[in-house]
C-alpha cells in the first residue's frame, strides 16, 4: 500500500520537501520511517503552538468580555452602549 503525502506552507520548508509517494506503509524502515517520525514531529509542535495561541485568545476574550460586562453595570439606566468609533463614515 502506498500514500501520497503532500505537505503546506511551514511544514514544507521545514521537511524540505513538498510531495512525496511513500510505499508499503503498513511496513515503514529506513529513510521513509524518519521521514514519518519528522513529520509527526513537526505535526506535533505545530498542535503546541496553536494550542498556545488558542488559550492566549481565549484569555482575552475572557478579558474582553469581563470588560464589556464591567462597563455595562457602570452604565446610567436607558444610556446606550457604543462603540468609541464611528462604525461608517457620516461626513457624506
Partial sequence: MSVHVKLFA???ERAGWSE???DRVDR???EQQADL???VAIQ???EATYRSKIKELE???QET???ITEMQAKKEKGQRMSPPYPLCDMSN
Fill in 37 to 39: 517520525e519528522g513529520l
Fill in 28 to 30: 515503514v524502515g529506513g
Fill in 65 to 67: 468580555q469581563g470588560k
Fill in 10 to 12: 511551514g511544514l514544507r
Fill in 20 to 22: 512525496r509517494e511513500v
Fill in 44 to 46: 506535533a509542535e505545530a
Fill in 59 to 61: 484569555a482575552s476574550l
